[in-house]
């Protein structure tokens, strides 16, 4: 298999245009984490309704088993789980997934728990109950925004594609990559 020659990110999806030409679309994945399974399924649900590739996780554990296993775009990760709770696992997250942004969804946010979580890196903090329509927007907001890194000498990269040009030339053929 030949490495990509363009990357385009896009809101959904990530499109991969190889030297051939052939054009993949990879939509974006979300992993959903909470302890209550009525949540996590609503919120994969709505999710799933937009167009995103969405996995469910029930606890901490199971979790960080699937961050290692797969590659996500995106996590929604409750604060209060049994076990390991939300700010253990976007500790241990940090260090296997850097890059992947993590909305904290949480029924006890107190001001000391938010400022923990903007410290570790999560990149937004909601309070339960939410409007869901809020957070569709907050999910199309992170995943549009670019991913900050470190390089090597400390300088942060951003890395995003625009694919304005390159759609209006027009692409061969997608092919939908799981």
Same mark, same amino acid.
């Given at each position: 298999?030949?490495?990509?020659?363009?990357?385009?990110?896009?809101?959904?999806?990530?499109?991969?245009?190889?030297?051939?030409?052939?054009?993949?679309?990879?939509?974006?994945?979300?992993?959903?984490?909470?302890?209550?399974?009525?949540?996590?399924?609503?919120?994969?649900?709505?999710?799933?309704?937009?167009?995103?590739?969405? %996995? !469910?996780?029930? *606890?901490?554990?199971?979790? =960080? &088993?699937?961050? #290692?296993?797969?590659?996500? $775009?995106?996590?929604?990760?409750?604060?209060?789980?049994?076990?390991?709770?939300?700010?253990?696992?976007?500790?241990?997250?940090?260090?296997?997934?850097?890059?992947?942004?993590?909305?904290?969804?949480?029924?006890?946010?107190?001001?000391?728990?938010?400022?923990?979580?903007?410290?570790?890196?999560?990149?937004?903090?909601? %309070? !339960?109950?939410? *409007?869901?329509?809020?957070? =569709? &927007?907050?999910? #199309?907001?992170?995943?549009? $925004?670019?991913?900050?890194?470190?390089?090597?000498?400390?300088?942060?990269?951003?890395?995003?594609?625009?694919?304005?040009?390159?759609?209006?030339?027009?692409?061969?053929?997608?092919?939908?990559?799981?």
């Amino acid at each position: 298999m030949s490495s990509p020659l363009i990357l385009i990110r896009f809101n959904k999806y990530i499109l991969k245009i190889d030297e051939g030409g052939k054009c993949i679309r990879r939509y974006k994945k979300i992993l959903v984490v909470d302890d209550d399974k009525d949540m996590c399924h609503i919120i994969s649900s709505i999710l799933k309704e937009e167009g995103y590739k969405v %996995d !469910k996780a029930y *606890d901490g554990e199971q979790a =960080i &088993k699937k961050i #290692k296993a797969k590659d996500y $775009n995106l996590m929604i990760l409750d604060y209060k789980m049994p076990d390991i709770d939300g700010i253990s696992v976007l500790k241990e997250v940090s260090q296997i997934a850097p890059s992947l942004k993590v909305i904290m969804i949480s029924a006890y946010g107190s001001h000391s728990v938010r400022s923990m979580t903007k410290k570790l890196g999560a990149y937004r903090f909601l %309070d !339960k109950p939410f *409007d869901l329509n809020r957070l =569709i &927007k907050i999910v #199309k907001d992170a995943l549009a $925004n670019p991913i900050r890194s470190k390089t090597s000498n400390g300088t942060k990269k951003v890395s995003q594609g625009r694919g304005q040009p390159l759609l209006k030339r027009g692409c061969p053929r997608f092919t939908d990559e799981e």
